[in-house]
């Protein structure tokens, strides 16, 4: 099952934070974070493997909450490189290799 | 070390054609992984694959579209007989041996156009 991801869109001024959701119905196993430029590859974030594991790289960190099944991504002063869209993946509860994207958060940061 | 590479970036084919798509996985990676995203869409999953093996296929569409992943050379999307639905970016993304819930890493895609 495809998780969740709030919101959909968000514009920021430079400097300013945001925080994006990604939640699922089903049990998490793992989460992972890509970011997406126009036209271009995903790149990768940062995983969370476990319950209220947090991570950090840079200004963009992340928070994992198994009981809850969500995953928060927080960017910090935002900065004109973090424009594009965030994509949160699943693996749910068994470790297939098969990742379920979210239907992605687009950025926009503003001058 | 080169990133994962896929061939060719753009693809335009008439309708009733084959595609063939190419994939080679970051140096010492051994599982593959296809996705597609429609235009405006998000990744969703095709296929996985270990050399010579397909380890999980439920996301791909039950015809026309095949992929493999041979001892020797890149892992091969194809799809036959292009119809203009299958218009979209077919990305593969690699990750090494071991627990497969290690970080998949994307290449730049192949945009595939059907006219």
């Known amino acids: 099952q495809q998780p969740v991801q709030s919101p959909q869109a968000v514009i920021l001024r430079e400097g300013e934070d945001a925080v994006i959701n990604c939640s699922s119905s089903k049990a998490l196993y793992s989460v992972h974070w890509y970011r997406q430029k126009h036209g271009e590859a995903p790149v990768f974030l940062m995983i969370l493997l476990k319950g209220g594991e947090q991570k950090g790289h840079e200004k963009i960190s992340a928070s994992f909450n198994e009981k809850k099944q969500q995953s928060s991504l927080y960017l910090t002063a935002s900065q004109l490189s973090y424009s594009g869209t965030y994509f949160c993946g699943t693996f749910g509860s068994s470790n297939t290799g098969k990742l379920i994207f979210g239907q992605g958060t687009t950025l926009q940061v503003k001058p | 070390n080169a990133g994962v590479m896929q061939n060719p970036r753009h693809l335009v084919r008439r309708r009733g054609q084959e595609a063939r798509l190419r994939c080679s996985p970051m140096?010492?990676?051994?599982?593959v992984y296809w996705y597609r995203q429609l235009p405006e869409e998000g990744l969703k999953f095709m296929v996985y694959?270990?050399?010579?093996?397909?380890?999980?296929e439920s996301g791909m569409p039950k015809e026309r579209f095949s992929a493999e992943f041979p001892k020797e050379g890149p892992s091969i999307l194809r799809i036959q007989q292009v119809v203009r639905g299958d218009s979209a970016a077919y990305f593969c993304?690699?990750?090494?041996?071991?627990?497969?819930?290690?970080?998949?890493?994307f290449g730049p895609g192949t945009r595939l156009t059907v006219l």
């Open positions: 993304a690699s990750s090494p041996p071991g627990t497969s819930i290690n970080t998949q890493y």
């Open positions: 140096k010492g990676h051994s599982h």
């Open positions: 694959l270990q050399k010579e093996n397909i380890i999980d």
